[in-house]
């Protein structure tokens, strides 16, 4: 699903965000990106996604080396990728619904056409239909997490990416929340969650990559 | 149809800040425009009534001065000809001079010499004008020949100034135009930095995010280009119900900006539009 060789990447001023990174991740597969504030988690995430290009290596998703693709295919690999931020990022001035029709309507289609994948998609992460014409910033914050993961599953990717999904919830919101990516893994989507709180990792047992000064230091499968 | 969408949140302070600049810089070359349709409408007007005004010789009998008439009437081509004997040339003078013509009473009516005033059918350009009038002052009797010709000239000289002026200017406001509608859509597309991100991250490609700056663009410069027309045409019609009396007999009524005038301003500020708008998008792309 996701490969990586010897990927580097370097930041203005000579900053080493990751060195030398290689890794695979099966199709299905959950599994966590853990290590300490800076260690490259969200660098490499970003790069899986080309929001950052490596400096060094290359990067598969699906077979497809996307190192190089040129820049007017990129929304077409993000469409593939569902992906999830620690703040949310929903649009304050969209309702819940029509957030969570976002990747449809720039994939090109009409909201009201598939007004029932949207509907489906805020069920399954327990959105009530009351909610569907709120506004973000009338949810919880764990609300807006769950409208969030709406909007990254509702064009079906193969694989969904988070990036500190929980960490603006407290520990209740934050088993929800991980409780619906396992949820959504069961369903056949390859999962790649990162963390640093070590509590979540050691709850739910899935492989976990290390990172460490931009290095791979471990990969641990239980 | 989604795709050529506004933003929701289009209509905000830069923007609306943008639209008044945009506004203002083609109200003034509606301004312009308005004021170079009266003056043409003014000239066209007075060059249509121009008459040829011949002095005849007082010692002519009135066989000679008939006979000086006909060949006027005939050689000139003219619609129409009216003798005015020294009595009413008197009378036509205090009636033009209006309230200043109170010194002329005293003067003797056999001061002023009779004449012939001769009426075209088709407005006569300056030159065609300039040959008649050599030609009637060729004529036995006829003494001297007075026309508008110079003063027309004059209009004319200032009419063309004011065309290649107004071409000078349109090209001066499209740049301002361009430049403001630039500036503010630039600050637009930073005040939705965040929304242009979350939608790079779902996959919308760069047209589905820049269409939307564009037709921003060419909205703002579509309004603004109309609110200058309205600005432009309600300033003429002021303006014209407080000219001085003598300049309303030339312009019996104020002309608002024609179509095409106001197809060109409409047009110029979609244009700025547009092109300010794919400046702001060509430098959003690091955003």
Not at chain 2, 107 to 135: D, N, R, T, Y
Not at chain 2, 136 to 149: D, F, I, M
């Amino acid at each position: 699903m996701v490969q990586l060789f010897g990927v580097t990447k370097i930041y203005p001023g000579g900053i080493r965000a990751l060195e030398d990174v290689s890794l695979r991740v099966e199709k299905g597969e959950f599994v966590f990106i853990t290590g300490p504030s800076g260690a490259g988690k969200t660098t490499l995430l970003k790069l899986m996604i080309l929001a950052e290009r490596p400096d060094r290596g290359e990067i598969l998703i699906e077979g497809v080396n996307i190192t190089r693709l040129p820049s007017s295919k990129i929304p077409h690999l993000r469409r593939k990728v569902g992906f999830v931020f620690q703040d949310f990022k929903l649009l304050n001035d969209r309702t819940v619904f029509e957030n969570v029709a976002l990747p449809l309507e720039v994939m090109g289609y009409p909201s009201r056409k598939v007004k029932k994948r949207i509907e489906q998609a805020l069920r399954l992460v327990g959105i009530e239909p009351r909610a569907f014409g709120l506004y973000p910033k009338q949810l919880s914050g764990g609300e807006q997490q769950r409208v969030a993961i709406a909007r990254a599953i509702v064009s079906s990717p193969s694989l969904i990416i988070a990036d500190e999904p929980t960490g603006n919830l407290d520990p209740q919101l934050t088993l929800e929340v991980m409780d619906l990516f396992e949820k959504i893994n069961l369903a056949g989507t390859t999962v790649i969650v990162a963390t640093h709180d070590p509590a979540i990792i050691s709850r739910y047992r899935k492989r976990t990559l290390h990172l460490q000064k931009g290095r791979l230091v471990a990969d641990e499968v239980p | 149809m989604k795709f050529l969408r506004i933003h929701k949140k289009a209509f905000s302070g830069p923007y609306l800040f943008g639209l008044a600049i945009m506004a203002l810089s083609f109200s003034l070359y509606g301004f312009f425009l308005v004021g170079l349709e009266n003056l043409q409408t003014a000239v066209q007007s007075w060059q249509k009534g121009i008459k040829l005004v011949c002095y005849l010789d007082p010692k002519l009998t009135e066989p000679q001065r008939q006979m000086v008439i006909d060949q006027l009437s005939s050689k000139l081509g003219a619609k129409e000809v009216r003798y005015l004997s020294p009595k009413e040339v008197k009378e036509d003078l205090m009636h033009q001079m209006g309230a200043f013509a109170e010194g002329l009473e005293v003067v003797e009516e056999s001061f002023f010499p009779p004449s012939v005033e001769i009426a075209f059918g088709s407005p006569k350009s300056v030159q065609e004008l300039e040959s008649l009038a050599h030609l009637a002052s060729q004529l036995n009797g006829v003494q001297e020949v007075l026309y508008g010709g110079p003063w027309l000239k004059k209009a004319f000289e200032v009419l063309n100034f004011f065309k290649k002026s107004l071409w000078a200017l349109g090209v001066f406001l499209v740049g301002v135009s361009f430049f403001i509608s630039a500036s503010t859509l630039r600050l637009v597309f930073y005040q939705r930095k965040e929304e242009i991100e979350i939608l790079r991250l779902v996959g919308a490609t760069e047209s589905f995010i820049k269409v939307p700056f564009l037709l921003e663009g060419v909205f703002q410069g579509l309004i603004g280009a109309a609110l200058a027309v309205c600005i432009a045409n309600l300033s003429v019609l002021y303006l014209h119900e407080n000219l001085p009396p003598w300049l309303s007999l030339y312009l019996p009524q104020a002309k608002v900006l024609s179509l095409k005038s106001t197809a060109i301003l409409l047009g110029l500020g979609m244009c700025s539009g547009l092109l300010g708008g794919a400046i702001a998008c060509i430098g959003s792309d690091s955003l």
